[in-house]
C-alpha cells in the first residue's frame, strides 16, 4: 500500500510542477519580461564601447545610455523602469525606496548564503500596483568601474570623481550583487 502511495506521488509531481508553472501569475511573468530586456542590451553596448574606447570611454553607457533605454522600453510597455541600489553611484537617480531596500537587503542576504545571484527576484502586488525587482550580479566585465578601488584606473578615477562626487558604488567583487533593476506598473 505505502509502496502504491509513493508511486502515485511520483506520477502526479510532475504535473503539479507543469500547473504550477502554467499558472504563474502573469504579471509577474510580463514584469520579468519587461526587467530581463535592459540588462543584456546594456552588457554588450559596455562591451562594445569597451572594446573601441576604453573603460572610461564607456561611462556614458551606464551614465546616459541606460536610463535612455529604459525611457524607450518603459514607453513600449508601460512599466516605469529604474537601476537602484544600496551603495549608489548615481544618488538622484539609484537611492531605493523601502519597498526596494528591503528586497536588496533580502537578495544580499541570500546571495551570501549561496542562492545563485541572478536567480534573486521578487513580485508583489502592492495597492493598485505591481512591482517587480530582479539583482544585477556583478560580472568580470563590471569590475573596471564598480571593482575595488585600487584597481581602478586613474581614468577611471578620475571621470567617477568629477561625475559622482558621493560615489558609494565601488569595491564589489565578481557574484555580488551591485543593485536591482526594478519594474512597476499601476493596475
Ligand atoms: C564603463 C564603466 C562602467 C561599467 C563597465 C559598468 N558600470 Fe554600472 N555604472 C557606471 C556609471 C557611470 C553609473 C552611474 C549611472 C548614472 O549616472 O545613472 C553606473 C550605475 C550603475 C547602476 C545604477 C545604480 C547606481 O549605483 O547608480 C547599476 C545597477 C550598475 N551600474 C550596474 C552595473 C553592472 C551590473 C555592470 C556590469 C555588467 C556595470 N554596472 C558596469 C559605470 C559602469
Known amino acids: 500500500m505505502k509502496r502504491i502511495l509513493l508511486l502515485g506521488a511520483a506520477v502526479i509531481t510532475p504535473f503539479a510542477t507543469a500547473f504550477a508553472q502554467s499558472s504563474e501569475d502573469p504579471l509577474l511573468a510580463e514584469a520579468r519580461k519587461v526587467a530581463t530586456t535592459l540588462p543584456p542590451k546594456l552588457i554588450v553596448a559596455l562591451q562594445d564601447e569597451i572594446k573601441k574606447s576604453g573603460p572610461e570611454g564607456a561611462i556614458p553607457v551606464c551614465k546616459d545610455m541606460a536610463p535612455k533605454m529604459a525611457g524607450e522600453i518603459s514607453q513600449q510597455t508601460g512599466w516605469k523602469i529604474k537601476r537602484v541600489s544600496l551603495k549608489a553611484r548615481n544618488d538622484a537617480r539609484a537611492i ?8 536588496l537587503e533580502d537578495f544580499d542576504r ?10 534573486l527576484e521578487k513580485g508583489e502586488k502592492i495597492g493598485n500596483e505591481y512591482r517587480f525587482v530582479k539583482a544585477l550580479p556583478v560580472q568580470p566585465l563590471c569590475l573596471s568601474c564598480h ?5 581602478l584606473s586613474p581614468a577611471i578615477k578620475a ?4 561625475n559622482y562626487p558621493n560615489d558609494r558604488a565601488t ?5 555580488q550583487i551591485r543593485g536591482v ?4 506598473k499601476a493596475l
Not at 147 to 151: A, F, I, R
Not at 159 to 162: E, F, H, P, V
Not at 181 to 184: D, G, K, L, T, W
Open 96 to 103: 531605493p525606496d523601502a519597498w526596494e531596500k528591503a528586497a
Open 110 to 119: 541570500r546571495a551570501a548564503a549561496g542562492e545563485p545571484p541572478a536567480q
Open 147 to 151: 571593482g575595488p578601488s585600487d584597481q
Open 159 to 162: 571621470a567617477l570623481g568629477q
Open 171 to 175: 569595491g564589489y567583487s565578481e557574484g
Open 181 to 184: 533593476i526594478s519594474v512597476r
